[in-house]
């Protein structure tokens, strides 16, 4: 079964402090992680997605298989960072959906 | 890029009305639509898998026949909630894959529904 742990409800940081939003999941196979972010009275939009090994705003996620963790960092943490954030995880086997972390939402204080 | 349009952003009936949301892709066919449901600071919960000229999956737990699927072409899907309770009151969201490109998600807005 496909499960996706965000252990950390909130999280509050200041401006300019390191941010890491934890995120371990559970698959037997080869999972595709995301991360998604949902501003203030915005939609659910994609942050990034662990194939693209990109830097998305600040933001990095490094795909750890061993301890199954997709965990999402910035070294300095903006105001405008402020937001819900969903790991997300899709299995390898065809037209599978998303299933979603329950979401953390990160405060950034100035 | 890709865009999906949900319609209506809010709706509220009395209870045992149906209510129907719409989910349309604008610039792009998706073949695949996935429905959610979000209850208030709680994460997104997966309905349903609507596939386009073919009936929708319904995860464990969710009335088929409280909660109709419609995937008539490749850019509408259609959420009817059949008699609808005071239960039944969230946010429904939907999200397509397109035809054309990676395994990437576009979410509509959101649909709140709250029945009287």
């Known amino acids: 079964a496909q499960r996706v742990t965000q252990p950390e409800k909130l999280l509050s940081v200041f401006k300019g402090a390191p941010v890491e939003l934890k995120c371990n999941y559970s698959?037997?196979?080869?999972?595709?992680l995301f991360w998604y972010v949902q501003y203030s009275r915005q939609r659910l939009q994609l942050l990034l997605r662990h194939i693209s090994r990109e830097s998305i705003k600040g933001f990095t996620a490094d795909l750890n298989k061993g301890e199954t963790s997709f965990h999402l960092k910035k070294p300095f943490a903006q105001e405008e960072d402020s937001a819900m954030y969903y790991c997300?995880?899709?299995?390898?086997?065809?037209?599978?959906?998303?299933?979603f972390g329950k979401g953390t939402r990160l405060s950034v204080i100035a | 890029g890709a865009v999906v349009s949900q319609h209506p952003s809010r709706v509220i009936c009395k209870s045992g009305t149906s209510v129907k949301i719409e989910c349309r892709s604008l610039?792009?066919?998706?073949?695949?639509m996935f429905w959610y449901r979000q209850f208030p600071k709680q994460s997104l919960m997966l309905m349903a898998t609507s596939n386009e000229g073919s009936k929708a999956t319904y995860e464990q737990g969710v009335e088929k026949d409280k909660f109709l699927i419609n995937h008539a072409s490749l850019t509408l899907s259609t959420l009817t909630v059949t008699s609808a309770h005071p239960e039944d009151s969230s946010f429904y969201i939907c999200?397509?894959?397109?035809?054309?490109?990676?395994?990437?998600?576009?979410f509509g807005a959101g649909s709140r529904l709250t029945v009287l």
């Open positions: 698959y037997s196979g080869s999972p595709e």
């Open positions: 999200s397509a894959r397109s035809t054309v490109g990676a395994n990437v998600l576009t």
């Open positions: 610039d792009f066919q998706a073949t695949t």
């Open positions: 997300a995880l899709r299995g390898d086997s065809g037209n599978t959906p998303l299933v």
